[in-house]
């Protein structure tokens, strides 16, 4: 079956650090990959997607690059802020009709102090 | 970006008694949803898909009579867990579609079955 691994937090780092959450995924199929960002309170968000290999996904600073060969997208930021402090979700969709149907990963929470 | 809207935020119910969730998309029509269900410090898990005017379509090892599911409107779904238990206390979060893309969530439902 489908599955997505990140790695587990919380995460923390001080402002302007170099941040990574690894993403690993396997799925059948050619997945559609993506980042999601929850903020305290808030539903989740995306914050950004890839859908086919070497595609680079990139919003607020971060990117991710969807690597078949590792079946891996991690997620990197060059200098993070204490605003960037959330629970990270990498998720893939398999499905060919929606990007709605997703298998997401456990989750990763990154802390970042001034 | 589009708004869903998830109500209550929060609930406590006593163990035999049904449970209402609504998820509703503020400002776009959605004939598809989704529910997913996130225990502590694991990823989301989807549920079911909620198609508008027809029936759900569950996930392997969901009870689709524990959890009824209607999607009578474009713009609402609702969630009922019939016959609570202490197990069933959980994380709900449900997601609307805009269009055949990008997936909005709602920011989630903290049900507790005492």
């Known amino acids: 079956g489908n599955s997505v691994t990140q790695m587990e937090g919380p995460v923390t780092l001080s402002e302007e650090a170099f ?55 991690h997620l990197e930021k060059g200098s993070v802020q204490v605003s960037d402090s959330a629970v990270y979700f990498c998720a893939l969709s398999v499905s060919p009709d929606s990007w709605g149907k997703l298998q997401f990963g456990a989750g990763t929470q990154v802390v970042v102090t001034p | 970006g589009a708004v869903v809207s998830q109500h209550p935020s929060w609930v406590i119910c006593k163990s035999g008694t049904s449970v209402k969730i609504e998820c509703r998309s503020l400002d776009f029509q959605a004939t598809t949803m989704f529910w997913y269900r996130q225990f502590p410090k694991q990823s989301l898990m989807l549920m079911a898909t909620s198609n508008e005017g027809s029936k759900a379509t569950y996930e392997q090892g969901v009870e689709k009579d524990k959890f009824l599911i209607n999607h009578a409107s474009l713009t609402l779904s609702t969630l009922t867990v019939t016959s609570a238990h202490p197990e069933d206390s959980s994380f709900y979060i449900c997601s609307a579609i805009r269009g055949d893309t990008e997936a909005f969530f709602g920011q989630g439902t903290r049900l507790t079955v005492v």
């Open chain 1, 19 to 73: 941040l990574t959450i690894n993403c690993t995924y396997t799925a059948t199929g050619y997945p559609s990959l993506f980042w999601y960002v929850q903020y305290p309170g808030e539903g989740l968000q995306l914050l950004l997607k890839a859908t086919k290999a070497d595609d680079k996904g990139s919003n607020k600073g971060f990117e991710a690059t969807y690597r078949k060969e590792t079946t891996s997208f």
